[in-house]
């Protein structure tokens, strides 16, 4: 007997329990996907909350999901980021670019249905260009799944089912820009030409690797910014942070983020430099299927205090434009991936790191990576379309 589907409805979130059922399909549709890191539903509700997010702050945002009947069956958000539209079109974004992400979907005909949804209400609003997934900005989970799916991914980075890159190339949508993780085995030495790169650097009095003091959090973190801002203000896809924005991700990180494993390179007094590393969350996230209650809690408390983990990641890191291509910026680049290594092994007991996301045409840092024998482990795609 063949039993007839529903008609498929979209409609835009509209309501507090339309913003719950956009949340909870993801927990729905991954549960079988034994690589997909349930995040914690409260941090999950929080990116799709305008004042909650301070994304919403300078982007026009609309949710939609779609239903078969009284089943929830997908999900997509459109979205224009004014400051992504501001920024130069050769480097990515500019005017006339809106995104769409977060898509969930039961089947291919979902999937159609809901980015046919996002283009038509992108179209609506001027917009020319689509670069997507996006979710929902750049520096949140940018890209689709291309490469990696039989392993989990590390904090803050995205896991999408494989059959999503499919049902987006199969509408047109041709890739963009490439990023990459690199992964490597933390316990082993890097190769000697690097090794005698570290050494030197730790002889020249001119050059000093020194972690962040958490006691003067904001004045380190607006260091940081600085140093990013200008390192990466160039860059494919660069959108600038707002102070909302800057001080939400502080407060955010500010549990997970260790002395230790932040470092920031001065060059003659001033820095010039600086690399962060994450204990990989995901590792205690993963068991807990997004819930702190009634026992989550105890253990994340627990492991907040003294974090034990397998891998450390190294989401962002930077040189100031002046020293850039010069031999100084891949001789600090090596001195603290070094040194984050020796803490990350002797005070964490980790055995693994990921560094990137890394732009597929970043010649310098691609370089780096290889130079410490790390291999490509996933890959995200982010696609382009003209509407």
Known sequence: ??????????????????????????????????????????????????????????????????????????????????????????????????????????????????????EDWLGAKGMTRVLAPLSMSVWEEPGQLTKGFDHSPTVMMGHQPERYQHYIEALGYAP??????????????????????????????????????KSKFDQEAALILGILNDAWSDNWGYVPFTDREIAYAGKKFKPIVREDLIMIAEYEGEPVAFMMTLPDLNEVLKPMGGKLFPLGWIKLLAWLRKPRVRTMRVPLMGVIKKYQSSRLASQLAFMMIEFI?????????????????????????????????????????????TL
């Not at 945002?61 to 009947?69: I, T």
């Not at 316990?187 to 000093?208: C, D, M, W, Y």
Request: overall charge negative.
């Open 176 to 213: 963009a820009k490439l990023l990459n993780t690199y992964e490597l085995d933390i316990t082993q030495q890097f190769p000697p030409l690097i090794q005698r790169i570290v050494q030197s650097g730790e002889k020249n009095a001119k050059i000093r690797i020194r972690n962040v003091d």
């Open 341 to 385: 290594r020796r803490n990350a092994i002797s005070r964490y007991g980790a055995t693994r790191g990921e560094i990137g996301w890394i732009l597929d045409d970043n010649q310098g840092m691609n370089a780096i990576a290889e130079a410490i024998d790390s291999h490509v482990n996933k890959e995200y795609t982010i696609y382009e379309k």
């Open 1 to 118: 007997m063949i039993v007839a589907k529903a008609d498929l409805f979209i409609a835009p979130v509209s309501t507090k329990a339309d913003r719950t059922q956009f949340v909870d399909l993801a927990y729905h549709l991954n549960a079988g996907d034994p690589a997909w890191v349930p995040p914690l539903r409260m941090e999950a509700m929080e990116l799709v909350t305008p004042g909650k997010n301070p994304f919403f702050d300078h982007a026009d945002v609309q949710l939609f999901l779609a239903r078969r009947g009284d089943a929830v069956v997908g999900r997509i958000s459109a979205h224009i980021d004014h400051l992504a539209v501001a920024q130069p079109p050769e480097q990515g974004m500019g005017p006339g670019t809106g995104n769409w992400g977060l898509l969930e979907a039961e089947d291919e005909e979902v999937a159609r249905a809901l980015i046919a949804k996002a």
